[in-house]
């Protein structure tokens, strides 16, 4: 699927041959207030229809009105709520984009005050227009679609804005794309290869392991989980490496391509939505490609690791064992604790690169949702990368949450006969924290023996939007966490 074309213009937006121009409107305790460019007459009517058109300003509401002859043919009226800062005009025109379906081209009048107002507005329609239609067919005539054309009317010179939002929305639309794609179609070579694919053309080194290579080389994790399905697992390892860089970070993401909870079975509705398992993987991706895309001065190596969790003759049990990559032994209680298995594998061959920091990401527990709801991922880690990455989320709008690590978890995982168990039968406490005390386990040292800064990020919850839409967010996978680790990335990459 595509992103709409961003464009910036100094010209009027009345003379714009959008179908629709999108003006503002901020909510007050005097009413909703007029935040738009053009002539003073057309600001004087529309402010004059505001209260008769109901309009309050509040977050994702849209009021369209049709104007006279000498002014576009319809101008829409998106509101900010109470704040108007770069996340109220990335939501505003994100919520705008969305709902203003069925019409090619559609321009902003918004008054803005500097160029990262202009980038958000141009980042928050382009995550706005996003549609997945590749397995429509009766009914795709019908489809109301995003606009494919944006244009944003200032006088504010932001050079990179359109490279940057572009860049950042063609990452999450990736995500999308890969997400919504039926297991059928998706499963680990295919990903593997979308992922070969992808980097076509941009310098980006990428080696995939097969089932055999995977034995070979150590990769129990990853081998032991897909062994239960005739679609055989996989890892992908994509190196951006550019000249000069000084930081190196590596990126871990959890590839389930569908999760039927292997022997230790889901029930059948808990198996829907199991597609949306393999969102790490595509978002450890699509932030490697963005990175290189965006010419970033940072080295960064992402793991995709892939596997498909269905239970068979050759699935692995419960009590089975499997030897991790470096050697540690885990005791396989629950078959459907397999994310931390295959992110285990990543997170020790990152280590042995020995980078400046190790984040995964993964659709981790279900006690994430519980935790934090469907707005919040939750991070847990070294406290200092931790608070990196909360910053680099709250920078560009994403909500995180810091998790604590009780050390006292770590006995509930021993096991009998092995160096770890992945889980605690019977225990539902602390799901989440359990899962991110299992992973610190596999975190490596660096040259003079001091453990690798690494964070994790649970993004169970706000990966899947199963509600309404709200701001740029439709329906469907979001792309979460992407924006976030591609400002952590440009951190590194200062001196």
């Given at each position: ?33 007029l ?32 104007t ?9 009226i998106v ?33 803005l ?16 227009g ?19 054309s944006?244009?944003?009317h ?40 979308a ?7 941009l310098p980006i ?9 995977l034995v ?35 990126l ?18 808990s ?7 393999m ?8 932030v ?26 050759s699935?692995?049990r ?6 991790m ?15 931390r298995?295959?992110?285990a594998d990543?997170l ?16 981790l527990?279900?006690?994430a ?12 880690g ?34 009998d ?13 602390g799901?989440?924290l ?62």
């Open positions: 699927m595509t992103v709409p074309t961003l464009s910036l213009s100094t010209e009027s937006a009345i003379d714009s041959p959008a179908a629709i121009v999108i003006v503002a409107a901020q909510q007050t305790d005097d009413g909703a207030r935040i738009a460019t053009g002539s003073d007459t057309l600001i004087a009517a529309i402010t004059s229809q505001l209260p008769l058109l109901g309009v309050t300003g509040a977050r994702d509401e849209v009021v369209r009105l049709v006279n002859d000498d002014s576009p043919r319809s101008i829409a509101g900010l709520g109470r704040t108007v800062d770069t996340d109220a005009l990335r939501h505003a025109a994100g919520s705008a984009v969305r709902q203003l379906t069925g019409v090619a081209a559609l321009a902003f009048a918004i008054s005050t500097d160029a990262d107002q202009v980038e958000a507005v141009l980042e928050g329609a382009a995550l706005g996003y549609s997945y239609t590749a397995y429509r067919h009766s009914s795709l005539a019908a489809a109301k679609l995003p606009a494919s944006v244009v944003v200032t006088s504010i010179m932001a050079p990179n804005a359109i490279a940057r939002s572009s860049a950042n929305a063609e990452a999450i639309r990736l995500v999308k794309d890969l997400v919504n794609m039926p297991p059928l179609d998706l499963y680990p070579e295919s990903l593997a290869a992922a070969v694919e992808a980097a076509t053309g080194a990428v080696t995939v392991w097969d089932e055999q290579q070979a080389d150590g990769f129990g994790g990853i081998a032991g989980v897909g062994a239960g399905s005739t679609r055989p697992p996989r890892l992908v390892k994509l190196s951006y490496t550019p000249s000069g860089a000084g930081k190196h970070l590596a871990v993401g959890k590839g389930i391509t569908f999760d039927t909870g292997g022997l230790s079975l889901k029930p059948p509705a198996m829907v939505g199991m597609k949306y398992d969102t790490g993987a595509a978002t450890v991706l699509a490697v490609l963005a990175a290189a895309r965006l010419e970033l001065p940072v080295r960064i190596t992402a793991w995709m690791c892939i596997a498909e969790n269905m239970p068979s003759g699935a692995i419960p009590n089975d064992v499997l030897r990559r470096g050697g540690r032994t885990v005791e396989v209680l629950n078959t459907d604790a397999e994310g298995l295959v992110l990543g020790v061959a990152a280590a042995e690169e020995q980078p400046d920091a190790i984040i995964d990401v993964a659709t527990t279900g006690a949702v519980v935790a934090l709801g469907t707005r919040y991922f939750g991070i847990m070294d406290d200092t990368l931790v608070q990196r990455v909360l910053a680099a989320s709250a920078a560009v709008g994403e909500a995180a949450w810091p998790m604590p690590f009780p050390d006292e978890l770590r006995a509930t995982l021993n096991s006969v092995a160096d770890i168990a992945n889980a605690k039968i019977g225990s539902t406490a799901g989440m359990l899962a991110g005390v299992f992973l610190r386990e596999f975190i490596g040292t660096d040259a003079v023996g001091t453990t690798i800064p690494w964070a994790h990020l649970d993004i169970a919850g706000p990966a899947q939007n199963s509600g309404t839409g709200w701001g740029f967010t439709a329906a469907g996978p979001t792309g979460v966490a992407v924006r976030a680790l591609l400002r952590l990335a440009e951190d590194f990459s200062r001196p």
